[in-house]
Nanobody, 115 residues
């Protein structure tokens, strides 16, 4: 079993920044693909950014140039640096770890961007 714990969410004004963290409970982290997803009220969960074990990254068009995903394998931790935040970025943000054909999810952290 893998446990993921997100942190770093909060309330920020438009144009501000936040950094989300996701710590994994097991050392398989370094061999796993990781991703950040978000879900706004009344909407489906969507992919924000992902990163492979080889550190290849990809982003949703809506966050390109504003968000940056990274990983620290020594700390079993995934990050999402979010800059130039917009009210439409408001959502619960989840991290996902994929390993051995299975997906593991964190509990989510709320990000609220005020206009």
């Amino acid at each position: 079993q893998v446990h993921l714990v997100e942190s770093g969410g909060g309330l920020v004004q438009a144009g501000g920044s936040l950094r989300l963290s996701c710590e994994a409970s097991r050392s398989i982290f370094s061999r796993s693909a990781m991703g950040w997803f978000r879900q706004a009220p009344g909407k489906q969960r969507e992919l924000v950014a992902d990163i492979t074990s080889g550190r290849h990254t990809s982003y949703a068009d809506s966050v390109k140039g504003r968000f940056a995903i990274s990983r620290d394998n020594a700390k079993n931790t995934l990050y999402l640096q979010m800059n130039s935040l917009k009210p439409e970025d408001t959502a619960v943000y989840y991290c996902k770890l994929t390993w051995g054909g299975l997906d593991y999810w964190g509990q989510g952290t709320q990000v609220t961007v005020s206009s």
